[in-house]
């Protein structure tokens, strides 16, 4: 209901303020979530003059390695992965993104890696040349943009810290927790936690073999800081004791 009310709200703004509002941005459930959430009903009505609208499937392609960075994007629903395929063959994924996600602004004039969708994902696609312009234009979504670029370089840094000081058993509670901090969508009703990855993904997210990731899910379900594992949704029994883990020995 909230949502709904949230909608009529975005649709009855849009209408006082005489801006031709597209349905999709009225109706959209991750607005509030996005880099245009401080944007008001006409700002909106500009910005999304320049938005192409996607749809992916599970395994579809958002862009590769070495394509040409034309596009910024917004995910609006679902997840996506990004990862790099190194010389030898093996995956590093790079990185997880969800609704309201910011993806594909690299330094450089190409995507350095691969952004694959994991489940049915829809993005809102900018081109990447008017972005500079469109920041300049409104303050709103200047803050909003840095604040996204810093989370993202944050859970970078939070990365190689895992990757260099923690144990399996850390990495997997970390990663769990920054699911249930930063990936809304992925909690249920109940409390418990829907996977939208694969543990391959997992592995080569957290620098693992399958194997290690499997037997960390179990020393925690041991431990009774998580439960069973009930057709990929995972039970969170004790987020505090799921922190203490995560931290590394004191």
């Not at 949230?6 to 006082?16: T, Y």
């Not at 592995?203 to 990731?213: F, Q």
């Amino acid at each position: 209901m909230a949502h709904v009310s949230a909608n009529v709200i975005g649709l009855c703004d849009a209408a006082r303020h005489g801006s031709h509002l597209p349905l999709e941005c009225a109706n959209c459930v991750s607005r509030h979530l996005a880099m245009c959430a401080g944007l008001n009903p006409d700002e909106l009505a500009h910005l999304a003059r320049h938005i192409t609208r996607r749809k992916l499937d599970p395994g579809q392609t958002l862009f590769r390695e070495s394509d040409p960075a034309i596009s910024v994007f917004t995910v609006t629903s679902g997840a996506i992965k990004q990862y790099k395929l190194l010389a030898d063959g093996r995956c590093q994924v790079t990185g997880f993104y969800f609704s309201g996600d910011l993806i594909g602004l690299p330094e450089g004039a190409d995507y350095p890696v691969t952004a694959e969708a994991l489940t049915e994902a829809t993005v809102c696609s900018f081109p990447r040349p008017r972005i500079a312009e469109l920041v300049g234009r409104y303050p709103a979504l200047a803050e909003a943009v840095i604040l996204k670029l810093q989370r993202e370089v944050t859970s970078a840094q939070g990365q190689m810290l895992s990757l260099g000081r923690l144990s399996a058993e850390e990495r997997i509670a970390g990663f769990l927790l920054s699911l249930l901090d930063r990936a809304p969508e992925c909690v249920n009703v109940d409390g418990s936690l829907s996977l939208q990855m694969r543990r391959a993904d997992i592995a080569d997210y957290l620098g693992l073999t399958v194997e290690t990731v499997s037997r960390s899910f179990t020393k925690l379900r041991n431990a009774g800081v998580i439960g069973a594992d009930r057709g990929g949704a995972v039970e969170i029994l004790s987020r505090d004791r799921l922190a203490d883990i995560a931290t590394g020995p004191a």
